[in-house]
């Protein structure tokens, strides 16, 4: 089974703090994503990858960096978190060819205060 | 801006009942239509999907209807039952896109 994780389940961090959101996946696949899932929102995409030092603007980018440096990893960086940050982030990877047949990480529950 | 339209927000069936949940969508390049499934504490899991080249696919007891005129689909649960108890997304994309588009949600609970 294709598995994605999510270095952290719970992070609670400070407005102005610098945050690094990390994600592994270790089934070879080429396209790397980075949702948010807020209530009410349903998931919405802040950037993706489609190959290593590859990275493309999502529906939701402001705010927000990514890096690839490797294959099977796929970071979100926050420079300065703010509390409209707040959220779930959710990790995600397909085989080449799109964003068809996302499978998602656990999730990270991040509380800006 | 795309969009996809879920309803309802939540629902609430008894146990053998049937759940349907409805998405309309208005990018009609959209050829690619998913159902991803989320239980608490877990991420979404890909479940069903349809592309618009035919009207209906079945698995197991889960159903999608396709209405490519309308530019609406639907997820039947036949037989509900406690253990589908989650989260249902619709989606949309267009194939070899990477920007897949998520109705807002659907949370399902099955009455014993």
């Known amino acids: 089974d294709v598995k994605v994780t999510q270095s952290s389940r719970y992070l609670v961090k400070r407005t102005g703090e610098k945050v690094f959101l990390e994600c592994v996946q270790d089934?070879?696949?080429?396209?790397m994503f980075w949702y948010r899932q807020d209530p009410g929102l349903g998931l919405r995409l802040i950037y993706f990858?489609?190959?290593?030092?590859?990275?493309e603007k999502g529906d939701i980018p402001e705010g927000y960096s990514v890096s690839r440096e490797k294959k099977e990893r796929f970071s979100l960086i926050l420079e300065s978190a703010s509390t409209n940050q707040t959220s779930m982030y959710l990790c995600?990877?397909?085989?080449?060819?799109?964003?068809?047949?996302?499978?998602f990480g656990s999730g990270t529950q991040l509380s800006v205060l | 801006q795309q969009q996809v339209k879920q309803s309802p927000q939540s629902l609430i069936v008894q146990k053998g009942g049937i759940s349907i949940i409805n998405c309309a969508y208005e990018?009609?390049?959209?050829?690619?239509f998913p159902w991803y499934q989320q239980f608490p504490g877990k991420g979404p899991a890909l479940l069903i999907a349809?592309?618009?080249?035919?009207s209906e696919k079945k698995e197991g007891r889960f159903t999608i209807s396709f209405n490519k005129s309308a530019k609406q689909f639907s997820l039947h649960i036949m037989d509900s039952q406690p253990g589908d108890s989650a989260t249902y997304f619709c989606?949309?994309?267009?194939?070899?896109?990477?920007?897949?588009?998520f109705g807002a949600g659907t949370r399902l609970f099955v009455k014993a």
């Open positions: 995600a990877s397909s085989l080449s060819g799109g964003g068809e047949k996302l499978f």
């Open positions: 089934m070879d696949h080429e396209n």
């Open positions: 990858s489609y190959d290593v030092k590859m990275k």
């Open positions: 990018n009609t390049a959209f050829d690619y």
């Open positions: 349809i592309r618009p080249d035919v």
């Open positions: 989606a949309a994309i267009n194939t070899g896109g990477f920007k897949t588009i």
